[in-house]
């Protein structure tokens, strides 16, 4: 087995690896839900009871010279469905020891081809959940989101297990057409839009439950929606994340036109993933639009900023496999 072949199976061992760790963080994240439903059904029977023990601390005094020991009121107890639980930290933990190995195994795939590795549908769908990871895992550092911890391991598994199961080939050469530094920057601003929309996704399906679960406050369901944002600011940040996204991927388009011309002489063909990319395009700034200058806040902006994601999705899985055109070369 050469080195190229030797890499590459590397490479395969890693993702799976690193799927079997997002397995793992995918239980963490549904576990903590579960947990924070617990903590607001006991924090809901703890108010309910007809007395409360404050918290309460044993402190040593002194009176005529006397030690003396008494309870001291510290004040009320620390709301429990408020902090992250051990089920957190775990996935968090977990997310971090897959994207590790996620990372490896697009680094040795490229390697392997001794170029950046997104020249194919496999190798696209391998960068592509990684940056997504990423942008989770970063964005943290902005705003605790967490909670959409069970949403980014279970996309990433999905996405991660057809690429491998359907689109996986062997490292071979770049067609003429992508042989061009525009790949690089074409294509990864692109995967980099993606994945923030992913996260705006995920923040509008949060939304839209949220939505749901305020409009029933004695139905008793969804309890761990309680230790999350309110609808309102689910979907401001939905919308601050998908704006992220947006530019992006107006960038995307912009490139791709310059891409075009300098591979086939013009700007614009109306081939089919042009046409889609536009799409994607005129979804999400349909979505800007209507929330700035229409009024379209709550569960109608979520429902535009999911359709949106629909067709990205659409545009990653349909088009580019079975959609004949001039990109056709870069699905398979």
Known sequence: MNMTATLASYSVVLTYSAMAVYVIAFIAFALDMAK????????????????????????????????VLEKVDTGAP???????????RVGMAMMILGVILHIGAVVLRGIAADRVPWGNMFEFSLTGTALIVLIFLGVQLWQNLKFLGVFISGLTLILLGVATVNYYVPVVPLVAALQSYWLVIH??????????????????????????RQGRPASGKLRFMETLPDADRLEVLSYRVILVGFVLWTFTLIAGAIWAERAWGRYWGWDTKEVWTFIIWTLYAGYIHARATRGWRGARSSWL????????????????????????????
């Not at 294509?187 to 949220?210: D, N, P």
């Open 78 to 88: 620390a709301d429990p469905t408020k902090r992250g639980t051990k089920f957190e």
């Open 305 to 332: 900023a999911l359709i949106g994601f629909g067709a990205v999705m659409f545009n990653f899985s349909v088009v580019n496999v079975f959609f004949k055109g001039l990109h056709s070369y870069s699905g398979l």
């Open 187 to 212: 294509v990864f601003v692109a995967i980099a839009g993606t994945g923030f929309f992913a996260l705006g996704a995920g923040l509008a399906v949060s939304q839209l439950v949220q939505t749901y």
């Open 36 to 67: 924070r439903a617990g903590n607001v059904a006991a924090g809901e029977s703890a108010a309910a009871a007809p007395a409360v023990a404050a918290t309460a601390e044993t402190v040593a005094t002194v009176r005529g010279g006397t030690v």
